[in-house]
């Protein structure tokens, strides 16, 4: 069964982006590789802003264990995109997130993707619990129970 678009209020917290003209493809709309990269920086964004995220010292990282999108408008430049982010699992060391994006008023999602990241050792590459304080960041953006 196909899912339908979200509101922005199944969302949690949002980023605004601009889009860029070479972010069309030759189809006029914005390819489907650019929806991951804005999923891909709305992410690492967020944690930015809300975590001592370090990805060039920290001992731990996150890495992109599967991801997926479905589409139902285009989006294409110059649409300016909000990026709506919500978690929908925590694990031990794995994150759900839930990636809307809004083009520009619009009040319903033209795309939603969802990316999971698993925390692993920079080094080894291991599987590692989220510390405490990413485990309750993730936490304020979790989704209810339906």
């Not at 199944?10 to 189809?27: E, G």
């Not at 804005?38 to 690492?44: M, N, T």
């Amino acid at each position: 069964m196909r899912i339908g678009p979200d509101t922005r209020a199944d969302y949690k917290t949002f980023q605004v982006v601009p889009t860029r003209w070479n972010d069309n493809d030759s189809f006029g709309h914005l390819n489907n590789a650019v929806h991951y990269s804005l999923f891909d920086s709305a992410i690492a964004g967020w944690l930015m802003e809300n975590t001592s995220l370090d990805v060039a010292n920290d001992e731990q990282i996150c890495v992109v264990v599967e991801n997926g999108c479905n589409y139902f408008e285009e989006i294409s430049f110059p649409d300016v995109v909000t990026v709506g982010l919500r978690i929908t699992h925590i694990g031990t060391s794995s994150v759900r997130y839930e990636i809307g994006l809004f083009r520009n008023d619009d009040l319903v999602t033209a795309a939603r993707g969802h990316f999971v990241h698993v925390y692993v050792n920079e080094k080894s590459r291991a599987p590692e619990p989220m510390s405490d304080t990413v485990r309750a960041l993730f936490t304020s953006i979790l989704k209810s129970a339906d």
